[in-house]
């Protein structure tokens, strides 16, 4: 599907009333129970509610700000406090009437508990309003199961994941999309479509790439010769000379709202010349601004800035950050390659290879470092996995472990039995793969990635997970030591964070955010018993220091079995700003810590208490 144009104000092959198909009441009251379910779980594991024990067993309740409304549900208890609710059995009562579920109403009525400003709330409702549609548009296709899935290829797995970041609740809020733009751009939508190319002016705008790389050369790769000389007839066409310009691509959604009008004066002045469409078709992706090759899926990832408020923040590219990214990503594939413990676990990362940045000097000069109109006009090239692959090997987004169908059944699980390892071992594998590197990466070089479901890739082979690739590295990487040399063009990467948080990197990103889902999935399904998969966490860790014993005084420093660690919140982050609810500048002074979690591998630790 190309970009709707303002001729075609809905996707060509939909009427306007076609396109809100999926709202119907029956879909928007699964939705809206779907999301209730969540909020109450992780607002009560995040402590901004307070869920009573109700005589009956496993029974809870809550009651709204004003004491008015409750709320009755069922639930189990599992390590790091996850609330496993199931969603059935969620009641709402008002005096002795029950009322319908309705996630808009529960946000107004714990919007005091919740912390939302007066400014922040009717923002938070309309990204809630966008989750619910989202999930109404899921559940009105056809899915395949988690087993169906678990065997698919490498995209059906990709646009096929349905629940987004497990720990936020609005976490589709993609405002900036119209109904047709949701259906053309969505990644759960998988439409194809072909990116707009732009020229800019190599006087406003930066190229930089990695190791062995030019812009000519790049470009030959990733266009067909019929094209490059298309684009250069458009220059030559008007009077210009295409040895003057970058080529690169946009989102059509960035070109049609944003650049087309916002950047109008360098339209005009044809320092920015629009080239067209291009003629490969991509498909978005899971972080919703980056985009896989299809038609030649060897070919780099393309990753474009969306002035799209989503998740917490405004989904641009900064062109300053450009500059450094191909030179960072390069440091870090050189440190890995030379690692025996990387290699011996065989983690990669996708390098980003090369990036162009567009100065819009007026804006510059009007703003501040970081602020969102720095980030309207960038764009990157990120390495394809495919070519890396094995013959019987397959890839999967990490995030599908967490991926639960229709009927209650598990990615994960569907994995395990496809293995025919047991549940244990096949963990152990996985976890060799992917707990691994993340550990040497804190203790061998004070390095943390951000690596959560979405920017990690498995490698599968006859279901077991064979090594993992991580992903979006320039913006996500940081080396946390005062004293690491780093060549010039990667200190950017170099954080300040007091030492008592060095650790949340692990205990948040990894255990918080993605284990304490994974595991209560799995028992649930009598899979893999949450004893169990923490003690293999526990012997994995175990087995990283054992092999390590030069690093037995960072092992004690940054003791990873201590009893207990900071809780820290990441809807709380959101539900106090939802434009920019963390300074990249400095990630860690924007931490919302909240209490503790009881370390679920503290009583496996290696070592006498």
């Not at 496993?58 to 199931?86: E, G, K, M």
């Not at 007066?118 to 966008?130: C, N």
């Amino acid at each position: 599907m190309s970009a709707a144009t303002p001729e075609t104000p809905v996707a060509p092959h939909q009427a306007a009333q076609d396109a809100v198909a999926h709202l119907t009441p029956e879909l928007w009251a699964r939705a809206n129970r779907a999301l209730v379910r969540k909020a109450l779980a992780e607002f009560t594991h995040e402590r901004l509610l307070t869920p009573e024990p109700l005589a009956d067993a496993d029974r809870y309740a809550v009651r709204s700000d004003d004491a008015a409304t409750t709320y009755r549900f069922t639930a189990r208890r599992h390590a790091l406090d996850h609330w496993q609710i199931d969603p059935e059995s969620i009641t709402r009562h008002r005096g002795d009437a029950e009322l319908p579920l309705d996630a808009l109403d529960f946000i107004t009525e714990f919007h005091t508990s919740l912390g939302l400003s007066p400014a922040v709330l009717p923002v938070y409702l309309e990204e809630i309003s966008s989750t619910l549609s989202g999930t109404a548009y899921k559940l009105a296709g056809k899915a395949a199961t988690a087993a169906e899935l678990a065997t698919a290829g490498f995209q059906a797995v990709e646009t096929g994941m349905t629940e987004g970041h497990p720990c936020f609740v609005a976490n589709n809020g993609r405002l900036g999309f119209g109904i047709h733009e949701y259906h053309a751009y969505a990644p759960e939508a998988a439409a194809p479509l072909t990116l707009i190319w732009l020229a800019a002016h190599r006087d406003h705008s930066t190229f930089t790439a990695g190791a062995d790389l030019d812009y000519a050369t790049l470009i030959e790769a990733e266009l067909p010769a019929a094209t490059r000389a298309r684009f250069a007839a458009t220059l030559t066409d008007l009077g210009l000379d295409p040895d003057a310009y970058y080529f690169f691509p946009t989102h059509p959604w960035q070109w049609w709202n944003k650049l087309s009008v916002t950047f109008a004066a360098e339209v005009a002045q044809r320092r920015l010349v629009c080239l067209g469409p291009g003629d490969e078709q991509y498909l978005a992706q899971q972080s919703i601004r980056t985009f896989f090759n299809t038609t030649s899926p060897e070919k780099h990832y393309v990753k474009t800035a969306l002035s799209v408020l989503n998740m917490g923040f405004m989904r641009g590219l900064s062109a300053s950050y450009m500059e450094a990214t191909p030179a960072i990503n390069d440091w870090l594939a050189r440190l890995i390659d030379a690692d025996d413990t990387f290699r011996a676990a065989r983690f990669s990362i996708i390098r980003e290879r090369a990036a162009v940045g567009y100065h819009h000097r007026q804006y510059e000069a009007a703003t501040e470092k970081g602020s969102p109109y720095r980030k309207m006009l960038a764009a990157l090239w990120r390495e394809s996995p495919v070519p890396t692959l094995a013959p019987g090997q397959r890839l999967a987004t990490m995030a599908s472990l967490l991926h639960v169908d229709r009927d209650g059944n598990s990615f994960a699980a569907a994995l395990i039995a496809e293995s025919g390892l047991a549940p244990e071992a096949w963990l152990r594998r996985y976890l060799d793969g992917y707990l691994t590197p993340v550990l040497h990466a804190f203790y061998s070089y004070d390095l943390v990635f951000m690596p959560h479901g979405e920017n990690a890739i498995l490698v599968v082979e006859d279901g077991a997970v064979a090594r993992v690739i991580f992903k979006d590295i320039a913006e996500e990487i940081a080396v946390m030591s005062a004293d690491a040399v780093l060549p010039p063009a990667v200190e950017r990467i170099r954080a300040d964070v007091p030492e008592d948080k060095k650790l949340l990197s692990v205990f948040t990103d990894v255990f918080d955010c993605f284990f304490r889902f994974l595991s209560a999935t799995l028992a649930d399904l009598g899979v893999l018993d949450e004893d169990t998969f923490w003690r293999t966490v526990a012997a994995t860790i175990g087995d990283y220091q054992a092999a390590h014993p030069h690093l037995a005084d960072k092992f004690a420093e940054y003791d990873i079995f201590v009893p207990e660690f900071a809780l820290s919140c990441l809807n709380r982050l959101q539900l106090r700003n939802n434009e920019q609810m963390v300074d990249l500048q400095d990630p860690a002074g924007a931490l919302q810590l909240i209490g503790t979690l009881r370390n679920p591998i503290a009583p496996y630790a290696p070592y006498a208490p």
